[in-house]
């Protein structure tokens, strides 16, 4: 597998190899170590959820509190979706910036997010499913909601009809409003 940096410190994308034969084609979709060499710390998954959604469906931006905080190893199962991370870590070099990946079942291409890096997704195709490997479990009240369509963070959803968001995603605070209050991690350089 190939894992590649983003613009977004800590978080990377992840290409496997493909190995396609006449029943179909295998690939190894994460390996612990191969991550850990690179980002120089183990990620073990501790939850591992799933999202199914229908064409145009939009989620996101959310990051969870550190303590508890939370990485995120996440690809499409099926069908397609652009994903999109933003810098939220106060005093992080790439702070308020984004990174966009279009992941898909086909590609099998996957995107690495550390704590405090917040994250959402328009899906491409119905019956899209994302699969979240996450290192800490869900734990109620931690979690942290942006509003993706916020004209300040100007995300490239590429939206050429009203997406189908959730009223909770559509009335959270605006990245401005959620650094006035206070909540967002503090930017801490890694072992990389």
């Known amino acids: 597998m190939r894992i590649a940096g983003t613009a977004i410190p800590g978080a990377y994308t992840v290409t496997p ?3 396609p034969d006449e029943r179909g ?22 939850q591992v959820s799933y999202s199914v959604s229908h064409r145009n469906t939009l989620r996101g931006i959310h990051t969870v509190r550190i303590p508890p905080g939370q990485a995120k190893y996440v690809t499409c ?3 397609a979706l652009l994903d999109v991370i933003v810098d939220l870590r106060i005093g992080s070099p790439a702070f308020g910036r984004h990174h966009a990946v279009t992941l898909d079942a086909e590609s099998g291409r996957a995107l ?3 704590e405090g890096v917040g994250h959402g997704f328009r899906t491409l195709a119905d019956d899209t499913c994302i699969c979240y490997l996450m290192s800490t479990v869900y734990a109620p009240g931690t979690q942290i909601d942006i509003n993706p369509l916020d004209p300040a963070m100007d995300l490239p959803w590429e939206l050429t009809e009203s997406p189908l968001i959730s009223p909770r995603d559509l009335a959270a605070p605006t990245l401005a409003e959620t650094v006035a209050a206070g909540v967002l991690p503090h930017y801490t350089e890694g072992p990389v």
Request: aromatic fraction near 12%.
């Open 17 to 19: 190899q493909l190995l």
């Open 25 to 46: 084609r295998f690939y190894e979709s994460m390996r612990a170590d191969k991550l850990e060499e690179v980002t120089g710390e183990p990620f073990v998954p501790r």
């Open 77 to 79: 199962v099926r069908g």
């Open 112 to 114: 690495y997010i550390p």
